[in-house]
Nanobody, 123 residues
Framework: QVQLVESGGGLVQAGGSLRLSCTAS????????MGWFRQAPGQERELVAV???????YYADSVKGRFTISRDNAKITVYLQMNSLKPEDTAVYYC?????????????????WGQGTQVTVSS
Protein backbone atom coordinates (compact mmCIF):
# COMPACT_ATOMS: atom_id res chain seq x y z
CA GLN A 1 0.00 0.00 0.00
CA VAL A 2 1.21 3.49 -0.90
CA GLN A 3 0.55 6.40 1.43
CA LEU A 4 0.87 10.02 0.32
CA VAL A 5 1.01 13.02 2.63
CA GLU A 6 0.68 16.60 1.38
CA SER A 7 1.92 19.70 3.14
CA GLY A 8 2.61 23.35 2.44
CA GLY A 9 -0.86 24.74 1.99
CA GLY A 10 -2.03 27.93 3.61
CA LEU A 11 -3.38 31.42 3.13
CA VAL A 12 -1.67 33.73 0.67
CA GLN A 13 -2.52 37.00 -1.05
CA ALA A 14 -3.13 37.15 -4.77
CA GLY A 15 0.17 37.33 -6.60
CA GLY A 16 1.98 35.40 -3.91
CA SER A 17 3.59 31.98 -3.95
CA LEU A 18 3.36 28.65 -2.16
CA ARG A 19 5.19 25.37 -2.52
CA LEU A 20 3.30 22.18 -1.86
CA SER A 21 5.06 18.94 -0.99
CA CYS A 22 3.87 15.36 -1.20
CA THR A 23 5.90 12.61 0.43
CA ALA A 24 5.31 8.96 -0.42
CA SER A 25 5.63 5.94 1.85
CA UNK A 26 7.85 3.82 -0.40
CA UNK A 27 10.87 4.46 -2.58
CA UNK A 28 9.26 2.59 -5.47
CA UNK A 29 7.61 5.99 -5.91
CA UNK A 30 10.32 6.65 -8.48
CA UNK A 31 8.76 4.21 -10.97
CA UNK A 32 5.39 5.89 -11.21
CA UNK A 33 3.71 9.00 -12.47
CA MET A 34 2.65 11.59 -9.91
CA GLY A 35 -0.06 14.17 -10.25
CA TRP A 36 -1.48 17.17 -8.45
CA PHE A 37 -5.22 17.75 -8.47
CA ARG A 38 -7.45 20.30 -6.82
CA GLN A 39 -11.07 20.61 -5.82
CA ALA A 40 -12.85 23.83 -4.96
CA PRO A 41 -16.07 23.87 -2.92
CA GLY A 42 -18.99 22.72 -5.04
CA GLN A 43 -16.70 21.94 -7.98
CA GLU A 44 -15.42 18.76 -9.54
CA ARG A 45 -11.87 17.64 -9.01
CA GLU A 46 -9.55 18.89 -11.73
CA LEU A 47 -6.08 18.05 -12.90
CA VAL A 48 -3.40 20.62 -12.14
CA ALA A 49 -0.07 19.07 -13.13
CA VAL A 50 1.55 15.71 -13.84
CA UNK A 51 5.13 14.48 -13.80
CA UNK A 52 6.19 11.11 -15.21
CA UNK A 53 8.78 8.79 -13.72
CA UNK A 54 11.26 10.23 -16.20
CA UNK A 55 10.44 13.85 -15.48
CA UNK A 56 8.13 14.72 -18.37
CA UNK A 57 5.46 17.20 -17.30
CA TYR A 58 1.96 18.26 -18.18
CA TYR A 59 0.05 21.31 -16.94
CA ALA A 60 -3.54 22.41 -17.09
CA ASP A 61 -3.94 25.51 -19.23
CA SER A 62 -5.19 27.42 -16.21
CA VAL A 63 -1.86 27.06 -14.38
CA LYS A 64 0.65 26.86 -17.23
CA GLY A 65 3.41 29.40 -16.79
CA ARG A 66 2.61 29.89 -13.11
CA PHE A 67 2.97 26.44 -11.55
CA THR A 68 5.88 24.02 -11.72
CA ILE A 69 5.79 20.35 -10.78
CA SER A 70 9.00 18.56 -9.86
CA ARG A 71 10.11 15.43 -8.07
CA ASP A 72 13.00 14.33 -5.92
CA ASN A 73 13.09 10.56 -6.05
CA ALA A 74 15.76 10.30 -3.37
CA LYS A 75 13.41 12.10 -0.99
CA ILE A 76 10.36 10.26 -2.40
CA THR A 77 8.73 13.67 -2.69
CA VAL A 78 6.90 15.56 -5.40
CA TYR A 79 6.51 19.35 -5.30
CA LEU A 80 4.17 21.89 -6.75
CA GLN A 81 5.63 25.39 -6.88
CA MET A 82 2.78 27.85 -7.28
CA ASN A 83 3.58 31.42 -8.30
CA SER A 84 1.38 34.38 -9.23
CA LEU A 85 -1.50 32.84 -7.33
CA LYS A 86 -5.03 33.92 -8.12
CA PRO A 87 -8.21 33.70 -6.03
CA GLU A 88 -9.51 31.06 -8.45
CA ASP A 89 -6.63 28.81 -7.38
CA THR A 90 -8.32 28.43 -3.99
CA ALA A 91 -9.01 24.73 -3.45
CA VAL A 92 -7.97 21.63 -1.61
CA TYR A 93 -4.93 20.26 -3.40
CA TYR A 94 -4.30 16.53 -3.59
CA CYS A 95 -1.34 14.55 -4.79
CA UNK A 96 -1.88 11.15 -6.34
CA UNK A 97 -0.04 8.38 -8.12
CA UNK A 98 -0.99 6.00 -10.92
CA UNK A 99 0.54 2.59 -11.73
CA UNK A 100 2.18 3.79 -14.93
CA UNK A 101 5.51 5.44 -15.68
CA UNK A 102 4.28 7.95 -18.23
CA UNK A 103 2.13 11.06 -18.07
CA UNK A 104 -1.47 10.23 -17.17
CA UNK A 105 -4.16 12.88 -17.37
CA UNK A 106 -7.22 10.79 -16.50
CA UNK A 107 -7.88 11.09 -12.77
CA UNK A 108 -9.72 7.76 -12.80
CA UNK A 109 -6.42 5.96 -13.38
CA UNK A 110 -4.84 7.29 -10.19
CA UNK A 111 -5.17 4.71 -7.44
CA UNK A 112 -3.53 6.31 -4.39
CA TRP A 113 -4.38 9.75 -3.07
CA GLY A 114 -3.15 11.98 -0.29
CA GLN A 115 -5.40 13.60 2.30
CA GLY A 116 -5.26 17.03 0.71
CA THR A 117 -3.95 20.42 1.78
CA GLN A 118 -5.95 23.64 1.71
CA VAL A 119 -4.75 26.55 -0.41
CA THR A 120 -6.61 29.82 0.02
CA VAL A 121 -5.77 32.85 -2.11
CA SER A 122 -7.23 36.17 -1.00
CA SER A 123 -7.98 38.98 -3.42
Amino acid sequence: QVQLVESGGGLVQAGGSLRLSCTASRRTFSRYVMGWFRQAPGQERELVAVISSGGSTYYADSVKGRFTISRDNAKITVYLQMNSLKPEDTAVYYCATAPFPGVITDSRLYDYWGQGTQVTVSS
